[in-house]
């Protein structure tokens, strides 16, 4: 079975204070391709990142960083120096093989000034 | 480009009533995608076209939901007839040469049953 797990409903940080965002998968497809998706409170969903299983390389984008890491099927995004803006419900997914994408059911995260 | 758009962006139907919701995806992509998000069930995926023709219909939750995609510019998600459990935010994305690659998400439509 093809599953994402956010176990995080709700985070609450103060701006500038760092942050992570929990993502679990489960898959048994050895190819499969890893996503975050940002939903901001005017609520399109924003694509931030797409990664297959086979580079666990880390990658940082600014302010933004993924950690990949298939020994424990985790996925996890960290935003540094948060900033109101990042105010979002954010969304791991998942796409086994060439198939279709499972979402995980968000992590909404709050920073207030 | 505009990027994906949707309409209309807020919908008030009774119950029984048709529903039709339209999407007109970024130009040149060739998959579309039709995703309902709800506090529930959180982002599920109704169904998807590649090439104007339905690709998978699994997610469609039952025969009153029917998609269409008369060409590469247009699509429209119908509920005939609508419930109240129908009410939801309904996404429409394309995505260009792949069914897992980056989508676009337009802004979706919130649809309310009463």
């Known amino acids: 079975a093809q599953k994402v797990t956010q176990a995080q409903t709700e985070i609450s940080v103060v701006e500038k204070e760092d942050v992570t965002l929990d993502c679990v998968y489960e898959?048994?497809?050895?190819?499969?391709?890893l996503f975050w998706y940002k939903q901001p409170p005017s609520g399109e969903l924003v694509f931030l990142i797409r990664?297959?299983?086979?580079?666990?390389q880390n990658e940082i984008s600014g302010r933004y960083s993924w950690n990949f890491q298939k020994s424990t099927s985790s996925f996890n995004f960290t935003i540094t120096a948060s900033q109101v803006v990042d105010s979002a419900v954010y969304f791991c997914?998942?796409?086994?093989?060439?198939?279709?994408?499972?979402f995980g059911t968000g992590t909404r995260l709050l920073v207030s000034p | 480009d505009a990027g994906v758009i949707q309409s209309p962006r807020h919908e008030v139907t009774e119950m029984g009533q048709e529903v039709t919701l339209r999407c007109k995806p970024i130009?040149?992509?060739?998959?579309l995608f039709w995703y309902r998000q709800t506090m529930m069930r959180g982002l599920e995926l109704l169904i998807y076209?590649?090439?104007?023709?339905?690709?998978?219909d699994s997610g469609m939750p039952e025969d009153r939901f029917s998609a269409k995609m008369p060409n590469a510019s247009f699509s429209t998600l119908k509920i005939q007839p609508s419930e109240p459990r129908d009410s939801a935010v309904y996404f429409c994305?394309?995505?260009?040469?792949?069914?897992?690659?980056?989508?676009?998400f337009g802004q979706g439509t919130r649809l309310t049953v009463v």
């Open positions: 994305a394309s995505s260009l040469g792949r069914v897992n690659t980056e989508a676009f």
């Open positions: 997914a998942l796409s086994p093989g060439f198939q279709k994408l499972v």
């Open positions: 130009s040149g992509h060739d998959y």
């Open positions: 076209f590649n090439n104007n023709v339905p690709i998978d």
């Open positions: 898959t048994r497809d050895t190819t499969y391709y």
């Open positions: 990664r297959n299983s086979f580079d666990e």
